[in-house]
T-cell receptor
Framework: DQQVKQNSPSLSVQEGRISILNCDYT??????FLWYKKYPAEGPTFLIS?????DKNEDGRFTVFLNKSAKHLSLHIVPSQPGDSAVYFC??????????FGTGTRLTIIP | SAVISQKPSRDICQRGTSLTIQCQVD?????MFWYRQQPGQSLTLIAT?????????ESGFVIDKFPISRPNLTFSTLTVSNMSPEDSSIYLC?????????????FGAGTRLSVL
């Protein structure tokens, strides 16, 4: 049972445009959500997170939106840069339980 | 933050053999985690390595197959025992540094394992 889903395995975006990565979840108990970024031959690195009591969190070019009623979150990157090309994983957690990851979306920024 | 060194970075192993993966952190951490990422799949938690006590395994993972050691606050090993081709995956360790929320984990670069 895949509780966290990233339905787009890949996404290509022109440099300077907005990248929108989507993530859906099924467990309404999740109360904290994270995005990790992974370059080839490296481990995932934490990017941004959001608590379920909020609907938006912004950090520079990165903004995460949470729609609890739709059980959906998204990561917006504006403007997209070539260095943003990577695999992005969303993850969710309930309390002190383990992180549950999605399968990842490979983002390619086209110069 | 934390810097994590994971060895080996990759290996090709024969069926029936075992491989031990090492994870070294540059600072003392309470919680260390071991994950598996099978091809095309998400990261799945194998176990949480606790210093001074037995590791806590997730459903579907057992100590006989994935024995873990945690001799101190900066080091852990994961052994993949009696390997079969189905064990071909990327194995990653991660840590939750002191003072950082548990959910924000720092990952090693991973060990890419191929079993023939």
């Amino acid at each position: 049972d895949q509780q966290v889903k990233q339905n787009s395995p890949s996404l290509s975006v022109q440099e300077g445009r907005i990248s929108i990565l989507n993530c859906d979840y099924t467990n309404s108990m999740f109360d904290y959500f994270l995005w990790y970024k992974k370059y080839p031959a490296e481990g995932p690195t934490f990017l941004i997170s959001i608590s379920s009591i909020k609907d938006k969190n912004e950090d520079g070019r990165f903004t995460v939106f949470l729609n609890k009623s739709a059980k959906h979150l998204s990561l917006h990157i504006v403007p997209s840069q070539p260095g943003d090309s990577a695999v992005y994983f969303c993850a969710a957690v309930f309390g002190n339980e383990k992180l549950t990851f999605g399968t990842g979306t490979r983002l390619t920024i086209i110069p | 933050s934390a810097v994590i060194s994971q060895k080996p970075s990759r290996d090709i192993c024969q069926r029936g053999t075992s491989l031990t993966i090492q994870c070294q952190v540059d600072s003392q951490v309470t919680m260390m985690f071991w994950y598996r990422q099978q091809p095309g799949q998400s990261l799945t938690l194998i176990a949480t390595a606790n210093q001074g006590s037995e590791a806590t395994y997730e459903s579907g993972f057992v100590i006989d197959k994935f024995p873990i050691s945690r001799p101190n606050l900066t080091f852990s090993t994961l052994t993949v025992s009696n390997m079969s081709p189905e064990d071909s995956s990327i194995y990653l360790c991660s840590v939750a540094p002191l003072g950082v929320p548990k959910n924000i984990q720092y990952f090693g670069a991973g060990t890419r394992l191929s079993v023939l």
